[in-house]
């Protein structure tokens, strides 16, 4: 079975710097896909950047980016720029593409708490 | 386009009670799901379903019931509320095309109370 490990319960940084969020995973599948999503306090989740197995370079979206380094399993967030509205929950995700049982469910890590500084 | 809607936004039970979360999506998404999120453990997944009248359990399915007659919708129940199914429920709606893994798209939530 799939897992997802966010060892970071909590993160500090200042605004405007920038801040990498940690993710490990573990699959024996080879095909699978990388999420990044946000939750505001005010609950909603935000989805924010995708990673597929497959992919060669690093996927990027805007002041997100997503440090793959499938040899290590890890698939990093580093937000840039960091600005106060970035203060949240963040969850790391992985979704297994090939048939099988577990196949299109999402198994999400525990979260990490960014805050940002002033 | 309204998305995924859920209701209600809140819910206080009594234990042994039974209700229905109600999760609705107008995007015409083959792949929908519930989660439950509970503080320090992410969110969990209780059933899902890959199209109409296909539905499957997730990883804590015990005491929830599910069932999809349409592609729209896909309501949880809740058969007889237990203390420990204070939570909040997520619905969650995807694509569903082999290979390709879309994204999710989250509901607003259903923050429930069992007491």
């Known amino acids: 079975a799939q897992k997802i490990t966010q060892t970071q319960p909590g993160m500090f940084v200042q605004e405007k710097e920038a801040v990498t969020l940690d993710c490990t995973y573990d699959t024996s599948d080879p095909s699978y896909g990388l999420f990044w999503y946000k939750q505001p306090s005010s609950g909603e989740m935000i989805f924010l950047i995708y990673q597929g197995s497959y992919d060669q370079q690093n996927a990027t979206e805007g002041r997100y980016s997503l440090n793959f380094q499938k040899a290590r399993k890890s698939a990093n967030l580093v937000i840039s720029a960091s600005q106060l509205g970035d203060s949240a929950m963040y969850f790391c995700?992985?979704?297994?593409?090939?048939?099988?049982?577990?196949?299109?469910?999402?198994?999400f890590g525990q979260g990490t708490i960014l805050t940002v500084h002033p | 386009n309204a998305g995924v809607t859920q209701t209600p936004k809140f819910q206080v039970l009594k234990t042994g009670q039974s209700m229905t979360l109600q999760c609705a999506q107008d995007m015409n998404h083959e792949y929908m799901s519930w989660y439950r999120q509970d503080p320090g453990m992410g969110l969990r997944l209780i059933h899902y379903?890959?199209?109409?009248?296909?539905?499957d359990q997730g990883e804590v399915p015990n005491g929830y019931n599910v069932s999809r007659s349409t592609t729209e919708d896909f309501p949880l129940r809740l058969l007889s509320a237990a203390p420990s199914q204070t939570s909040v429920y997520f619905c969650?709606?995807?694509?569903?095309?082999?290979?390709?893994?879309?994204?999710?798209?989250f509901g607003p939530g259903t923050r429930l109370t069992v007491t």
């Open positions: 969650a709606s995807s694509y569903f095309l082999l290979t390709v893994p879309y994204e999710q798209y």
């Open positions: 379903s890959v199209g109409a009248g296909i539905t």
């Open positions: 995700a992985m979704k297994l593409n090939a048939g099988g049982t577990s196949y299109g469910k999402l198994t």
